[in-house]
């Protein structure tokens, strides 16, 4: 399969504990962005990387979430200190360039 | 608040019939309007996209309808199926932006 990955589909954590998700792009997409959906409702845009560049942040991206892309190929998205408030499906987006974006299949995340 | 508004929230249809979902959105720097597919439990899929420079765009029994002086536009799935029943987004995007605004989705049903 050739399409976004992500990593793990499912998460269940503790209030208050850290938690780390993995996204692999299509190979060769330079530009990555992370989305979070609620029960309901649409996606709304986290953060975009361009390459190894963060280079867009929303300002739903609390201090509490940090995302990388160290070599600008897979990238990790961090939650510190969960709140039941975070518990949502978060979507990882790659494209070439452009607008076309594809998504991978989600983490869903509940903090209890 | 909510960039672009979608309607109607859930819609039953039966199979064979024609599915229209609508969107609408203020800011007029848009232009880029893709629609996405969303089954329980995934990602979305990117459908079918549009810019404001046609008015229709058609791709097997898909078809998006834009309007631009009304800041419209729609989706029209002909020959509906008992396998469309998904989630539709609407989404919207500026030239040289990096993130979509989504809208809150159409439950479409399909009824043999």
């Known amino acids: 399969d050739t399409g976004v990955s992500q990593d793990p589909r499912h998460k269940i954590t503790k209030r208050g504990q850290n938690v780390t998700f993995r996204c692999d792009p299509i190979?060769?997409?330079?530009?990555l962005y992370w989305y979070r959906q609620t029960l309901g409702q649409g996606p709304e845009f986290l953060t975009y990387?361009?390459?190894?560049?963060?280079?867009?942040k929303s300002r739903l991206l609390s201090d509490r979430f940090s995302a990388e892309r160290p070599k600008g190929s897979f990238s990790t998205l961090e939650i510190q200190r969960t709140e039941q408030g975070d518990s949502a499906m978060y979507l990882c987006?790659?494209?070439?360039?452009?607008?076309?974006?594809?998504f991978g299949p989600g983490t869903r995340l509940t903090v209890t | 608040q909510q960039q672009v508004k979608q309607s109607p929230q859930s819609l039953i249809v039966q199979k064979g019939g024609i599915s229209i979902i609508n969107c609408a959105y203020e800011?007029?720097?848009?232009?880029?309007f893709p629609w996405y597919q969303q089954f329980p439990g995934k990602g979305p899929a990117l459908l079918i996209a549009?810019?404001?420079?046609?008015s229709e765009k058609k791709e097997g029994r898909f078809t998006i309808s834009f309007n631009k002086s009304a800041k419209q536009f729609s989706l029209h799935i002909m020959d509906s199926q008992p396998g469309d029943s998904a989630t539709y987004f609407c989404?919207?995007?500026?030239?040289?932006?990096?993130?979509?605004?989504f809208g809150t989705g159409t439950r479409l049903t399909v009824i043999p």
């Open positions: 987006a790659s494209s070439v360039q452009g607008d076309e974006q594809y």
């Open positions: 549009i810019r404001p420079d046609v």
């Open positions: 989404a919207a995007s500026r030239e040289g932006a990096n993130n979509l605004f």
């Open positions: 800011n007029t720097a848009f232009d880029y």
């Open positions: 990387f361009q390459n190894e560049a963060q280079l867009e």
């Open positions: 190979s060769e997409h330079n530009r």
